[in-house]
Antibody, heavy 121, light 107 residues
Framework: EVQLVESGGGLVQPGGSLRLSCAAS????????MHWVRQAPGKGPEWVSRINPEGNYTNYVGSVKGRFFISRDNAKNVLFLQMHDLTADDTAVFYC??????????????WGQGTLVTVSS | EIVLTQSPGTLSLSPGERATLSCRAS??????LAWYQQKPGQPPRLLIHDTSNRAAGVPARFSASVSGTDFTLTVSSLEPDDSAVYYC?????????FGQGTKVEIK
């Protein structure tokens, strides 16, 4: 069974940093593109970032470019999202997600339960 | 950035009725459109990928189609468990974008 378990969320002050982790199990992690998607309270989901299976190709949505950095540890089956210069607009539940098909940039079919990031003073 | 516009905002129907949800893209997304269902406190659940392909375990009452840049999700006979917000998603161009959602209420 595919399992994705996010951690690292919490309350952070504006301008602060936070590192999210996503522990993956139940599938061959090294074969899949992985994603971070966030959802602000009462809003629809927003794609944040994605990373290829090898970990050497990444994309970011414009609003987080230069502030957020996605990475992965394929030896430990963990996905990361390092976040800097956080603002109130970054307050959201952050989901880790795995694509439907190994090796392809398809849509995710497996999601974690999410971790809440709250940016507030 | 490709904008997806969903309509209606809310759909209120009785069990057994047919639900038709629309998603219009601001430009061509070829067939790279998916549909997700989301219930409160849960992550999105993939229903349909690449316009009309049902994901594993999705009931046959969910179907989808396209006409140009107008995509449609149809639920042939609503059940109480179908109460949720439905989002369309395009993966034709980065950043991938979601529509704003259609809330389906079961009377």
């Amino acid at each position: 069974e595919v399992q994705l378990v996010e951690s690292g969320g919490g309350l952070v002050q504006p301008g602060g940093s936070l590192r999210l982790s996503c522990a993956a199990s139940g599938f061959t992690f090294t074969n899949y593109w992985m994603h971070w998607v966030r959802q602000a309270p009462g809003k629809g989901p927003e794609w944040v970032s994605r990373i290829n299976p090898e970990g050497n190709y990444t994309n970011y949505v414009g609003s987080v470019k230069g502030r957020f950095f996605i990475s992965r540890d394929n030896a430990k089956n963990v996905l990361f999202l390092q976040m800097h210069d956080l603002t109130a607009d970054d307050t959201a539940v952050f989901y880790c997600a795995r694509t439907l098909t190994p090796g392809e940039k398809t849509v995710p079919d497996s999601w974690g339960q999410g971790t809440l990031v709250t940016v507030s003073s | 950035e490709i904008v997806l516009t969903q309509s209606p905002g809310t759909l209120s129907l009785s069990p057994g009725e047919r639900a038709t949800l629309s998603c219009r893209a601001s430009q061509s997304v070829t067939n790279y459109l998916a549909w997700y269902q989301q219930k409160p406190g849960q992550p999105p659940r993939l229903l349909i990928h690449d316009t009309s392909n049902r994901a594993a375990g999705v009931p046959a009452r969910f179907s989808a189609s396209v006409s140009g840049t107008d995509f449609t999700l149809t639920v042939s006979s609503l059940e109480p468990d179908d109460s949720a917000v439905y989002y369309c998603l395009q993966r034709s161009a980065w950043p991938w974008t979601f529509g704003q959602g259609t809330k389906v209420e079961i009377k």
